[in-house]
Nanobody, 123 residues
């Protein structure tokens, strides 16, 4: 059973920054792709960014140039550095992972989800 534990959400003013972290449980042998989805009230869940073990990345057009995804393979941990935040970035952010590269290559969600962390961008 894979468990994903997120941290780092909160309230930030427009233009500010936040860093999200997601650590996979020790029982995971290896997760090829890890990433972040988000869901705002009344909207569908959408892919924000994904990364493979080899470092291949994918980003939503709305966050390119502002968000950076990275991972520590030894720790099965993925990070999302969010800069120049906008009110439209307000959402619950979910960590997502899969043993295959589906998140990056197919832009489709993997099998494993975290519990979600709230990000609110407001003055």
């Amino acid at each position: 059973q894979v468990q994903l534990v997120e941290s780092g959400g909160g309230l930030v003013q427009p233009g500010g920054s936040l860093r999200l972290s997601c650590a996979a449980s020790a029982s995971v042998f290896g997760l090829n792709s890890m990433g972040w989805y988000r869901q705002a009230p009344g909207k569908e869940r959408e892919l924000v960014a994904g990364i493979t073990t080899g470092g291949r990345t994918v980003y939503a057009d709305s966050v390119k140039g502002r968000f950076t995804i990275s991972r520590d393979n030894a720790k099965n941990t993925v990070y999302l550095q969010m800069d120049s935040l906008k009110p439209d970035d307000t959402a619950v952010y979910y960590c997502n992972a899969d043993v295959g590269p589906i998140i990056v290559l197919m832009r489709s969600p993997g099998d494993y989800w975290g519990q979600g962390t709230q990000v609110t961008v407001s003055s």
